[in-house]
């Protein structure tokens, strides 16, 4: 009568460990949190968690042992691969800087509540699905888990009317893009007759010979797809909710979702255009959505780093370079769409994505460091003579705002390389040149930031040392230095990272 | 016993441990604690030599490759097929070197605790002394030519330092220059001499390399081919008898050492091609130059024409030093890697010819240099000069053997008297600070306790190092039965066999002036010794003067002994009693196992005898000529043979030290200054800088620059594009901003706009179908 229930081989559940162990730990924590009065153990915990996943991740990214075969799971929906597990560690390591980042903060601004970090580890394991979805609907269901807790992190600080206006607009700008996201993946079901992406890409892959209406309902979704996860991504212009929500957060929140969410995005993003709708246009031989994409990508970065310029608060001067950074992923997407392309841009973009976390979350940490109680004290006046003050911030925030520039020796400089080189592999010129060129604007506002640090005095009180915070900063600051000197790290974790199905 | 081979890199770390202990705690030892770990160091390291030489015997004289722990891969560059690991190699050649500088070594170790006593950089003085066995071991241990560079340069490193030691002394001299001046400058001019000859060694290893493509002088697993020239002959024969063999031995030159690969290629009797691009070379051609690249190596490091002018100013530094790196061990590297490459010199007709040109005139040269001194250290650094010069001319007369032990026991009474001298020197200055005290109101007049004019009469005063000096002289005058005797014989035998048997000038080029040289050596030993111990103190403070410590003499009667017996190591064959008793040129036959041409020296009654007679009558002589001056008790003020009309002119120059620095400076230095100059002055500074720059490049540009300024920038740039460029992003990112106003309204419509936008790209290729655009 019914067909004999799928074993876990069949499954292939172990291929999915590290986002199960995270999403049942953080389920076994939701409840445990009721009777942990000391919420330092609920940090704890979380990142014990957090931890044992991402040495799974590592051990399936390194190939050390097999832990799960690599392919699809879950019957289809789910993909395990290199590019799946690279994101893992990414989204991973992101959850634990910022559980790093977050607890003394929360302890000092009287937020320390258990399911702040529950939450947090959730938001990971949903952008760690979007890593690994094969299916259009898990994609959606995956952007949800992720964005579902960010709105609810975004206001964790509730009487604050800045934090709950954030969440507030964050929320229904978020439910607004998202049924984009759902009308572009309903209209993509109707034209493939499929949520598979393996099976998209067949009909994509022929289209062309195929009667317009059916193309017209692939463009269109693509298109509407491109919308909604250009949101989560803040893409110029659906980057509106970003300066709001990033000053309104608390600054560990946005430290967390400014990377978090971007490598989600990205991931999703990679996913749906590359492995499913690579759709040739009549005569051309790239895929339609590239100058779609190259037009968001130019109007992102010029737009982030020209507003930037202006940023008087740091929050909203890295939420705008947040932006920026988005635009240069979009290099790499877009140049994804050229056939042969496509694994050097993934490798590109993932690359872009591990170094951008690690500078960015530190970035931000550096301005949680220096916040008062009262969520003030984040502006351009507050930083100056920090050198002096706190000599080791001050350095750490230099090596982050070098990073983000693109200077050699940082993990900017070595994201920044790939995503060129990928637009040049891709006969992108005019993107590459305008990325060279903003990144060059950009200097503009980072340096003047290390300026105010070194070369101007002010009396600003900053908060005390903090210890774990520290650590986060010491972890992320290393990180952002070793990959700039050690760049065959990243070369060897990506070099196998590959989206395309068909070839 | 064989294991005990693999022992042989202590002998370069226990060393090291001892610098690193004293260089890092030295300072909380106290000078006994900082002595006794020197001292150790090196004291260790010579058991472990010993070691080495018991364990070499039980070996069967076979020669051993070791690599050390943790350290084998040293240069390796795959790409190129360069492997250059760091290897010992254990042959008798390298212990015998290993057991001079690590034994006598310890004796000047431990004449230092006694003689830097009261240092206030006294464990420096330690931590160099070590640093510097280290490279010494290293240079004599390596198993291939870039190993031993290390070392070279190592020790030239630790010269350096050492001559320097006292940069900071406060003495100024009547000249105007400080006594710290001049030892700095004396450690510069060390290092800039050796510049060149280290400029020499370094082509000679890039030669090596092209033409053999290995730098190691031996591999691990073979043995040095061959021996004398007849073996090698006979070798080459049975290559050539059997074509089979032939293909073999050619296989087989990959996995040879460079010095087996010369012999077996330079003894086939065939003409060998070595490519240099497109020009070919004949094998011969290249060893030639190979050689004397090295023979430039050698004047550097081991003090000959025309690069041993740094040697003298060396005394600047304390006299262990003078001892140990200036006389005994150091200087003589130069010796040492000629007879590592004895194979190469055995074949270099040409070269072995300059070299001994060179030794035999820089022994003459030096030593009538020596005779003209007033400095005790001069005397004796100018005899260790013309004492390198029979060791470098022994290698060119094919002696390798002869040059080895004319090395062992020149380290034994060179060090010997260079102590002594440095006793002297002690006892000099012991005596003025005690005269100075007694005499308070004493007036302040320059005294320089090395001048042999203010010493006499130290006989009494410091009998062990009087009788101690005694022996060191006879040993370097070559008298009966003392160590030089045997040594500097053998070196004149040979030179006598190369020109009568070999019928080859440079045999008797080298007799000649060698013999000339030995009596020049023991005239200003004599006179030395007639000046400082006989007659009546010329000073005060030779009045004062007492024996030095026993830390001190004890290293001088030991080392006394060994210039004694030392000679006995290599007694020729069919002598009565002495042969019996200490067996036949054993130092040879050991040595012979792995200098392949070594040979050993026939010992000639007459020549024996005659250059006894030279020595014994320039003592002789000296006594007689300077038995006057020892009766002064004043200061005496100039030399009998300046006096005498005849030698007045020769002894002036003797004095003047030949005037090698005034001809450097007036036909070297000088005309490098001027042309310097002249570079700098006129064609970098008037020409380049003030005609070029200012005129053709500067002005025209200036007035160039001042045009566009003046006009175009200030209008057009700045009033115009400057608007759009500078003023342009701010002003578009003050209008953007103001989009942003906080509405969510707004925020959303945005995202509606963006969707249509989103849309029409994508869009855009079937939209401009169907419009047919």
């Given at each position: 009568?019914?067909?004999?229930?799928?074993?876990?081989?069949?499954?292939?559940?172990?291929?999915?460990?590290?986002?199960?162990?995270?999403?049942?730990?953080?389920?076994?924590?939701?409840?445990?949190?009721?009777?942990?009065?000391?919420?330092?153990?609920?940090?704890?915990?979380?990142?014990?968690?957090?931890?044992?996943?991402?040495?799974?991740?590592?051990?399936?990214?390194?190939?050390?042992?097999?832990?799960?075969?690599?392919?699809?799971?879950?019957?289809?929906?789910?993909?395990?691969?290199?590019?799946?597990?690279?994101?893992?560690?990414?989204?991973?390591?992101?959850?634990?800087?910022?559980?790093?980042?977050?607890?003394?903060?929360?302890?000092?601004?009287?937020?320390?509540?258990?399911?702040?970090?529950?939450?947090?580890?959730?938001?990971?394991?949903?952008?760690?699905?979007?890593?690994?979805?094969?299916?259009?609907?898990?994609?959606?269901?995956?952007?949800?888990?992720?964005?579902?807790?960010?709105?609810?992190?975004?206001?964790?600080?509730?009487?604050?009317?800045?934090?709950?206006?954030?969440?507030?607009?964050?929320?229904?700008?978020?439910?607004?893009?998202?049924?984009?996201?759902?009308?572009?993946?309903?209209?993509?079901?109707?034209?493939?007759?499929?949520?598979?992406?393996?099976?998209?890409?067949?009909?994509?892959?022929?289209?062309?010979?195929?009667?317009?209406?059916?193309?017209?309902?692939?463009?269109?979704?693509?298109?509407?797809?491109?919308?909604?996860?250009?949101?989560?991504?803040?893409a110029v212009p659906?980057h509106m909710?970003t300066p709001?929500?990033?000053?309104?957060?608390?600054?560990?929140?946005?430290?967390?979702?400014?990377?978090?969410?971007?490598?989600?995005?990205?991931?999703?993003?990679?996913?749906?255009?590359?492995?499913?709708?690579?759709?040739?246009?009549?005569?051309?031989?790239?895929?339609?959505?590239?100058d779609?994409l190259q037009i968001l990508a130019a109007l992102t970065l010029l737009l982030g780093n020209l507003v930037a310029i202006m940023q008087y608060d740091?929050?909203r001067l890295l939420a705008y370079s947040s932006i920026a950074h988005a635009g240069y992923?979009l290099i790499?997407?877009a140049?994804?769409?050229?056939?042969?392309?496509?694994?050097?841009?993934?490798?590109?973009?993932?690359?872009?994505?591990?170094?951008?976390?690690?500078?960015?979350?530190?970035?931000?940490?550096?301005?949680?460091?220096?916040?008062?109680?009262?969520?003030?004290?984040?502006?351009m006046?507050?930083?100056?003579?920090?050198?002096?003050?706190?000599?080791?911030?001050?350095?750490?925030?230099?090596?982050?705002m070098?990073?983000l520039t693109g200077i050699?020796?940082?993990?900017?400089?070595?994201?920044k390389?790939?995503v060129f080189?990928?637009a040049m592999?891709?006969?992108l010129e005019p993107l590459a040149v305008l990325g060279v060129l903003t990144s060059a604007i950009s200097a503009f506002y980072y340096v003047r930031v290390v300026w105010n640090?070194?070369?101007?005095?002010?009396?600003?009180?900053?908060?005390?040392?903090?210890?774990?915070?520290?650590?986060?900063?010491?972890?992320?600051?290393?990180?952002?230095?070793?990959?700039?000197?050690?760049?065959?790290?990243?070369?060897?974790?990506?070099?196998?990272?590959?989206?395309?199905?068909?070839? | 016993?064989?294991?005990?081979?693999?022992?042989?890199?202590?002998?370069?770390?226990?060393?090291?441990?001892?610098?690193?202990?004293?260089?890092?705690?030295?300072?909380?030892?106290?000078?006994?604690?900082?002595?006794?770990?020197?001292?150790?160091?090196?004291?260790?390291?010579?058991?472990?030599?010993?070691?080495?030489?018991?364990?070499?015997?039980?070996?069967?004289?076979?020669?051993?490759?070791?690599?050390?722990?943790?350290?084998?891969?040293?240069?390796?560059?795959?790409?190129?097929?360069?492997?250059?690991?760091?290897?010992?190699?254990?042959?008798?050649?390298?212990?015998?070197?290993?057991?001079?500088?690590?034994?006598?070594?310890?004796?000047?170790?431990?004449?230092?605790?006694?003689?830097?006593?009261?240092?206030?950089?006294?464990?420096?003085?330690?931590?160099?002394?070590?640093?510097?066995?280290?490279?010494?071991?290293?240079?004599?241990?390596?198993?291939?030519?870039?190993?031993?560079?290390?070392?070279?340069?190592?020790?030239?490193?630790?010269?350096?330092?050492?001559?320097?030691?006292?940069?900071?002394?406060?003495?100024?001299?009547?000249?105007?220059?400080?006594?710290?001046?001049?030892?700095?400058?004396?450690?510069?001019?060390?290092?800039?001499?050796?510049?060149?000859?280290?400029?020499?060694?370094?082509?000679?290893?890039?030669?090596?390399?092209?033409?053999?493509?290995?730098?190691?002088?031996?591999?691990?697993?073979?043995?040095?081919?061959?021996?004398?020239?007849?073996?090698?002959?006979?070798?080459?024969?049975?290559?050539?008898?059997?074509?089979?063999?032939?293909?073999?031995?050619?296989?087989?030159?990959?996995?040879?050492?460079?010095?087996?690969?010369?012999?077996?290629?330079?003894?086939?009797?065939?003409?060998?091609?070595?490519?240099?691009?497109?020009?070919?070379?004949?094998?011969?051609?290249?060893?030639?130059?190979?050689?004397?690249?090295?023979?430039?190596?050698?004047?550097?490091?081991?003090?000959?024409?025309?690069?041993?002018?740094?040697?003298?100013?060396?005394?600047?530094?304390?006299?262990?030093?003078?001892?140990?790196?200036?006389?005994?061990?150091?200087?003589?590297?130069?010796?040492?890697?000629?007879?590592?490459?004895?194979?190469?010199?055995?074949?270099?007709?040409?070269?072995?010819?300059?070299?001994?040109?060179?030794?035999?005139?820089?022994?003459?040269?030096?030593?009538?240099?020596?005779?003209?001194?007033?400095?005790?250290?001069?005397?004796?650094?100018?005899?260790?000069?013309?004492?390198?010069?029979?060791?470098?001319?022994?290698?060119?007369?094919?002696?390798?053997?002869?040059?080895?032990?004319?090395?062992?026991?020149?380290?034994?009474?060179?060090?010997?008297?260079?102590?002594?001298?440095?006793?002297?020197?002690?006892?000099?200055?012991?005596?003025?600070?005690?005269?100075?005290?007694?005499?308070?109101?004493?007036?302040?007049?320059?005294?320089?306790?090395?001048?042999?004019?203010?010493?006499?009469?130290?006989?009494?005063?410091?009998?062990?190092?009087?009788?101690?000096?005694?022996?060191?002289?006879?040993?370097?005058?070559?008298?009966?039965?003392?160590?030089?005797?045997?040594?500097?014989?053998?070196?004149?035998?040979?030179?006598?066999?190369?020109?009568?048997?070999?019928?080859?000038?440079?045999?008797?080029?080298?007799?000649?002036?060698?013999?000339?040289?030995?009596?020049?050596?023991?005239?200003?030993?004599?006179?030395?010794?007639?000046?400082?111990?006989?007659?009546?103190?010329?000073?005060?403070?030779?009045?004062?003067?007492?024996?030095?410590?026993?830390?001190?003499?004890?290293?001088?009667?030991?080392?006394?002994?060994?210039?004694?017996?030392?000679?006995?190591?290599?007694?020729?064959?069919?002598?009565?009693?002495?042969?019996?008793?200490?067996?036949?040129?054993?130092?040879?036959?050991?040595?012979?196992?792995?200098?392949?041409?070594?040979?050993?020296?026939?010992?000639?009654?007459?020549?024996?005898?005659?250059?006894?007679?030279?020595?014994?009558?320039?003592?002789?002589?000296?006594?007689?000529?300077?038995?006057?001056?020892?009766?002064?008790?004043?200061?005496?003020?100039?030399?009998?043979?300046?006096?005498?009309?005849?030698?007045?002119?020769?002894?002036?120059?003797?004095?003047?030290?030949?005037?090698?620095?005034?001809?450097?400076?007036?036909?070297?230095?000088?005309?490098?200054?001027?042309?310097?100059?002249?570079?700098?002055?006129?064609?970098?500074?008037?020409?380049?800088?003030?005609?070029?720059?200012?005129?053709?490049?500067?002005?025209?540009f200036d007035q160039g620059a001042k045009g566009i300024s003046g006009n175009v920038d200030k209008v057009v740039i700045d009033k115009g594009i400057m608007m759009v460029f500078a003023r342009g992003p701010w002003e578009i990112a003050r209008r953007v901003r103001r989009v942003q106003t906080?509405?969510?309204?707004?925020?959303?419509?945005t995202?509606?706009l963006g969707?249509?936008l989103?849309?029409i790209a994508?869009?855009?290729?079937?939209?401009?179908?169907?419009?047919?655009?």
């Amino acid at each position: 009568m019914f067909p004999a229930p799928p074993t876990f081989e069949d499954l292939n559940v172990w291929a999915a460990l590290p986002v199960i162990i995270l999403s049942l730990w953080a389920s076994v924590l939701l409840v445990a949190d009721r009777f942990i009065n000391n919420k330092f153990y609920v940090a704890a915990y979380s990142l014990l968690g957090v931890g044992i996943s991402l040495v799974i991740a590592l051990f399936q990214a390194g190939d050390l042992f097999d832990i799960g075969e690599s392919g699809t799971a879950f019957e289809g929906m789910f993909m395990a691969d290199q590019f799946t597990y690279v994101v893992n560690i990414v989204a991973l390591i992101s959850a634990a800087i910022g559980i790093l980042i977050s607890y003394e903060y929360l302890e000092r601004t009287k937020l320390d509540r258990g399911e702040y970090y529950i939450l947090l580890m959730f938001s990971a394991a949903g952008a760690m699905l979007m890593g690994s979805s094969n299916n259009l609907s898990m994609i959606f269901i995956s952007l949800e888990l992720l964005s579902i807790p960010l709105y609810i992190l975004s206001g964790i600080r509730r009487p604050q009317e800045e934090s709950e206006e954030s969440a507030m607009k964050y929320f229904l700008l978020g439910a607004f893009s998202s049924s984009f996201l759902v009308y572009g993946i309903a209209l993509v079901f109707g034209a493939a007759g499929s949520l598979d992406l393996g099976e998209i890409v067949v009909v994509a892959q022929t289209i062309s010979e195929q009667e317009a209406t059916q193309r017209y309902l692939l463009l269109i979704g693509a298109g509407l797809i491109t919308v909604g996860l250009g949101f989560k991504v803040a893409a110029v212009p659906f980057h509106m909710w970003t300066p709001d929500v990033y000053q309104g957060a608390p600054t560990p929140v946005t430290a967390y979702m400014s990377s978090v969410a971007k490598v989600g995005g990205f991931a999703a993003f990679l996913r749906v255009l590359v492995t499913g709708l690579p759709i040739i246009a009549e005569g051309g031989d790239a895929a339609v959505w590239v100058d779609t994409l190259q037009i968001l990508a130019a109007l992102t970065l010029l737009l982030g780093n020209l507003v930037a310029i202006m940023q008087y608060d740091l929050k909203r001067l890295l939420a705008y370079s947040s932006i920026a950074h988005a635009g240069y992923i979009l290099i790499a997407l877009a140049a994804g769409g050229v056939p042969g392309v496509g694994d050097s841009a993934a490798q590109a973009a993932l690359v872009y994505l591990a170094a951008y976390a690690f500078t960015n979350i530190g970035a931000f940490a550096v301005v949680a460091a220096i916040e008062k109680d009262d969520s003030t004290g984040t502006t351009m006046d507050d930083i100056k003579g920090l050198a002096v003050k706190r000599p080791w911030l001050a350095g750490a925030m230099s090596v982050f705002m070098f990073s983000l520039t693109g200077i050699p020796l940082t993990a900017g400089f070595i994201g920044k390389f790939w995503v060129f080189r990928a637009a040049m592999d891709a006969g992108l010129e005019p993107l590459a040149v305008l990325g060279v060129l903003t990144s060059a604007i950009s200097a503009f506002y980072y340096v003047r930031v290390v300026w105010n640090m070194y070369f101007e005095t002010g009396d600003a009180v900053v908060p005390e040392r903090q210890q774990y915070l520290t650590s986060g900063l010491v972890i992320t600051a290393a990180g952002t230095l070793i990959l700039g000197l050690l760049p065959f790290i990243l070369e060897n974790l990506v070099r196998d990272a590959s989206l395309a199905i068909l070839r | 016993m064989e294991n005990v081979l693999t022992a042989v890199p202590l002998v370069v770390f226990i060393p090291l441990a001892g610098m690193l202990i004293n260089l890092f705690f030295g300072k909380y030892f106290g000078e006994f604690g900082v002595g006794f770990i020197g001292v150790t160091a090196s004291g260790l390291a010579f058991v472990v030599a010993a070691l080495l030489w018991a364990g070499l015997r039980d070996n069967n004289f076979e020669a051993v490759v070791v690599n050390p722990p943790l350290f084998d891969g040293w240069i390796s560059i795959p790409s190129a097929n360069l492997e250059i690991p760091w290897q010992f190699r254990v042959d008798t050649l390298s212990v015998t070197m290993m057991l001079v500088v690590s034994g006598v070594g310890t004796l000047i170790h431990l004449y230092a605790v006694g003689y830097m006593h009261g240092d206030p950089r006294f464990p420096r003085f330690f931590v160099y002394l070590n640093l510097f066995l280290v490279f010494m071991m290293t240079l004599v241990t390596g198993n291939n030519i870039l190993m031993m560079f290390v070392g070279w340069e190592g020790v030239g490193l630790c010269s350096y330092l050492l001559i320097g030691f006292w940069f900071d002394k406060s003495r100024v001299f009547p000249d105007g220059v400080s006594e710290g001046w001049k030892n700095s400058n004396a450690a510069r001019k060390a290092m800039i001499v050796n510049r060149i000859g280290d400029f020499g060694v370094l082509l000679a290893i890039f030669l090596t390399f092209w033409t053999f493509g290995t730098l190691d002088f031996y591999k691990p697993d073979e043995q040095p081919i061959g021996g004398h020239a007849e073996e090698a002959e006979e070798h080459a024969l049975v290559i050539a008898s059997t074509d089979e063999v032939i293909a073999e031995e050619e296989h087989d030159l990959s996995n040879m050492g460079f010095l087996n690969q010369a012999q077996v290629l330079l003894s086939d009797g065939e003409e060998h091609q070595v490519k240099f691009g497109s020009v070919d070379l004949s094998l011969k051609a290249i060893v030639t130059l190979i050689t004397l690249l090295m023979l430039l190596g050698a004047a550097g490091k081991s003090a000959q024409i025309p690069l041993f002018v740094w040697l003298p100013d060396a005394m600047a530094g304390p006299t262990p030093v003078s001892a140990l790196i200036h006389a005994a061990t150091m200087v003589t590297a130069g010796v040492y890697m000629m007879v590592r490459a004895n194979v190469l010199f055995h074949h270099a007709e040409v070269s072995s010819f300059i070299v001994t040109v060179i030794g035999a005139t820089t022994a003459i040269m030096a030593g009538f240099i020596a005779v003209g001194q007033w400095d005790v250290k001069k005397v004796l650094a100018y005899s260790t000069v013309s004492q390198l010069g029979f060791m470098v001319a022994a290698v060119g007369l094919g002696a390798y053997a002869a040059a080895i032990f004319h090395l062992v026991t020149h380290a034994f009474f060179k060090a010997l008297l260079f102590l002594a001298s440095g006793s002297i020197i002690h006892g000099m200055e012991h005596g003025h600070h005690h005269s100075h005290d007694s005499h308070h109101a004493h007036h302040e007049e320059e005294f320089d306790p090395q001048d042999m004019r203010t010493m006499g009469g130290l006989r009494r005063k410091m009998p062990i190092t009087y009788w101690t000096y005694v022996i060191g002289t006879f040993a370097l005058a070559g008298i009966f039965p003392f160590a030089g005797f045997w040594s500097k014989d053998e070196i004149l035998a040979d030179s006598f066999r190369v020109f009568w048997d070999e019928g080859e000038l440079k045999g008797i080029f080298a007799l000649m002036l060698l013999i000339t040289a030995a009596g020049f050596t023991a005239f200003y030993m004599w006179r030395q010794v007639s000046l400082v111990f006989y007659g009546e103190p010329r000073h005060e403070a030779g009045e004062h003067a007492s024996e030095s410590s026993l830390l001190m003499t004890l290293p001088l009667m030991i080392l006394a002994v060994l210039s004694i017996f030392g000679g006995f190591l290599n007694t020729p064959s069919d002598l009565p009693l002495l042969t019996d008793l200490f067996g036949a040129h054993k130092f040879t036959d050991w040595l012979g196992h792995s200098v392949v041409n070594a040979h050993a020296g026939e010992f000639l009654w007459w020549l024996a005898l005659g250059a006894l007679g030279v020595a014994v009558f320039a003592i002789f002589a000296a006594r007689q000529l300077y038995a006057d001056e020892t009766t002064s008790t004043v200061r005496i003020t100039g030399d009998p043979l300046a006096r005498n009309p005849q030698t007045s002119q020769a002894f002036a120059l003797a004095n003047a030290k030949l005037l090698w620095d005034e001809m450097y400076f007036k036909y070297l230095e000088n005309p490098f200054n001027v042309a310097s100059r002249f570079l700098a002055d006129r064609v970098d500074w008037q020409f380049w800088h003030d005609f070029f720059h200012h005129n053709i490049v500067y002005l025209p540009f200036d007035q160039g620059a001042k045009g566009i300024s003046g006009n175009v920038d200030k209008v057009v740039i700045d009033k115009g594009i400057m608007m759009v460029f500078a003023r342009g992003p701010w002003e578009i990112a003050r209008r953007v901003r103001r989009v942003q106003t906080g509405f969510v309204r707004i925020y959303a419509l945005t995202i509606l706009l963006g969707t249509v936008l989103v849309m029409i790209a994508i869009l855009f290729p079937d939209i401009r179908d169907i419009l047919g655009i």
